[in-house]
C-alpha cells in the first residue's frame, strides 16, 4: 500500500454557505452531505446556531444547500419542530440505494447551567422554566439522540418523534454526535454504524441534570457506537471506549482533562472498520473494530497532530482514507488552525502524506475547525469540505483529487 500513486489536491471553489450574524450570532459542528433531487445534484450543509452563545436556549439546527457550483445557497432553514432543549451537532448521510438523506443529531432535555443556585430552582419535568436566560448558556453539549429524514435533498425535513438513544439512558449522560454514520455489508445483510459518546457535563458553574426519578449523572466520559440492522428501525448500543490512564500532570493542559471524542468512523468492508478521536494529547487517537463494529481496542497515538479539534474522515474507492484536521499540537486558548487534508494508503495507522493546507493564518482567535468533508457519490475525484471560521461563519471548499500514472 505505502508504494501506491499519492494523489494530487487542488481547491476549485470557496464558498460562504452561511454567516455569523442575527440569530445566527454562534455558528458551530457544520456536516456536508451530496444528494440528488429532481435529477440534480445538491450540496446539504447543516449546523448549530444560536443568537448568542454555544448552549444559547435558542440554538437550533439550521440547514442550506447550492448546486454544484456552490456560487448559490437557498436561504438557511430552521429544522422544524419543538426543541425541548437546544440542538447540537447534525451529522448528514444519505446510505446507499436510498433516496432517503439523514439527519443525526442531540437535543438537550435536562442538563443545563446556572450562574447560582438561587438563580437556578428545580425546574418542572426536567426543563429549565424559561427557554433563554439573557445571554445565558443554560444548556450543555447533548441530550437524546435523534433523526430527521428529508426525501428532497434537504429542502424539507421530517423529524422522527421517537429518540435513537435518550439522555436518561446509560447513567444520565449526555449523549453527543460529531461525525456520521458508515454502512457496513457483509454476509449477513446491511448494518449501519453511527459514533457517539457519553459526555457528563464539563465547564465551571454549577449545572443541573434532573432526571424524573431523581438523581444525577453516573458514569464517565465514554465513546460508543449506535447499530442497526434494519436501516435505522431500532439501535442498539455498543462500546465504552477509554483511554490508557496516564498522570494528568503529564497532559499538555492538565485542566482539560484526558478525553478521547468525537470519533470519525472508517469502513472499507463489515471487516475492516476503525475510528479516529479527537484528544487532548497532541495526537490522532486511532481504535479498531473486530468483527462486526461492536468490539473496539483501546485507542493509540497516530502521528498526526490534534490540538483538541474535530477530526473528518473518509475510506476512497480506491482504498485510501482521506483525513481533515487542524494540523498542530495545542497552542493557546481559541486556536485551531493549519486546516489540512491528509491521505493514508494503509488505514491511518503509520503513513500519511499532507495534500493541501486550506487555513493557516496564526494568531490568538483564529479558529478554522470542526470540518466534515463528503466525497460525490459519481464522481471519486470530488470532493467536499466544510467547516467553520469562528465568528464569522461557515465554509465549503471542493476540491479536486488527481492520481498520477
Not at 439546527?61 to 426543541?83: H, K, M, Q
Not at 482504498?319 to 491528509?342: K, S, Y
Not at 496564526?362 to 475525484?381: E, I, K, W
Amino acid at each position: 500500500m505505502v508504494g501506491m500513486p499519492m494523489p494530487m489536491a487542488n481547491v476549485e471553489q470557496t464558498e460562504w454557505a452561511s454567516h455569523a450574524r442575527g440569530s445566527m450570532k454562534y455558528t458551530h459542528m457544520p456536516t456536508i452531505a451530496v444528494a440528488k433531487h429532481q435529477g440534480n445534484w445538491r450540496v446539504v450543509v447543516a449546523w448549530q446556531a444560536s443568537s448568542s452563545v454555544e448552549g444559547g436556549n435558542d440554538q437550533e439546527i439550521f440547514v442550506t444547500s447550492s448546486d454544484l457550483s456552490l456560487r448559490t445557497w437557498r436561504a438557511p432553514r430552521r429544522l422544524p419542530g419543538t426543541a425541548k432543549g437546544a440542538r447540537w451537532a447534525p451529522c448528514t448521510h444519505q446510505f446507499k440505494n436510498q433516496d432517503v438523506l439523514h439527519m443525526f443529531f442531540a437535543e438537550s432535555r435536562r442538563c443545563y447551567k446556572c450562574a447560582s443556585a438561587s438563580s437556578c430552582p428545580a425546574p418542572p419535568n426536567g426543563a429549565p422554566n424559561a427557554r433563554r436566560p439573557a445571554n445565558g448558556q443554560p444548556w450543555r453539549a447533548g441530550g437524546d439522540l435523534r433523526v430527521a429524514t428529508s426525501k428532497d435533498a434537504g429542502l424539507t425535513w421530517t423529524v422522527s418523534q421517537t429518540p435513537l438513544l435518550t439522555e436518561a439512558s446509560q447513567g444520565n449522560r449526555p449523549k453527543v454526535l460529531a461525525n456520521g454514520p458508515v454502512e457496513l455489508r457483509g454476509s449477513n445483510g446491511t448494518r449501519w454504524v453511527l459514533p457517539f459518546w457519553r459526555q457528563p457535563p464539563r465547564g465551571s458553574g454549577r449545572t443541573f441534570c434532573k432526571t424524573a426519578a431523581g438523581g444525577g449523572v453516573r458514569g464517565p466520559e465514554t465513546h460508543g457506537v449506535l447499530v442497526s440492522d434494519d436501516e435505522g428501525t431500532s439501535w442498539r448500543s455498543y462500546g465504552a471506549i477509554e483511554q490508557r490512564r496516564i498522570p494528568i500532570r503529564s497532559l499538555p493542559r492538565p485542566d482539560a482533562g484526558d478525553r478521547v471524542v468525537e470519533g470519525a468512523l472508517v469502513a472499507g468492508d463489515a471487516k475492516d472498520v476503525f475510528m479516529l478521536f479527537r484528544t487532548t494529547r497532541n495526537k490522532i487517537y486511532r481504535s479498531q473494530a473486530s468483527g462486526d463494529g461492536t468490539r473496539w481496542s483501546t485507542p493509540e497515538s497516530t502521528r498526526l497532530h490534534n490540538p483538541g479539534s474535530k477530526v473528518s474522515a473518509l475510506r476512497a474507492p480506491g482504498g485510501d482514507v482521506l483525513i481533515v484536521h487542524n494540523d498542530h499540537p495545542w497552542r493557546a486558548p481559541r486556536t485551531r488552525t493549519d486546516l489540512t487534508l491528509t491521505v493514508s494508503h494503509d488505514g491511518a495507522r503509520r503513513h500519511f502524506q499532507s495534500l493541501i493546507r486550506f487555513e493557516t493564518r496564526r494568531g490568538l482567535g483564529a479558529m478554522f475547525h470542526y470540518p466534515s468533508l463528503v466525497m460525490h457519490p459519481d464522481d471519486c475525484t470530488s470532493v467536499f469540505v466544510v467547516y467553520g471560521e469562528f465568528g464569522k461563519g461557515i465554509r465549503v471548499r471542493r476540491v479536486r483529487l488527481r492520481y498520477s500514472g
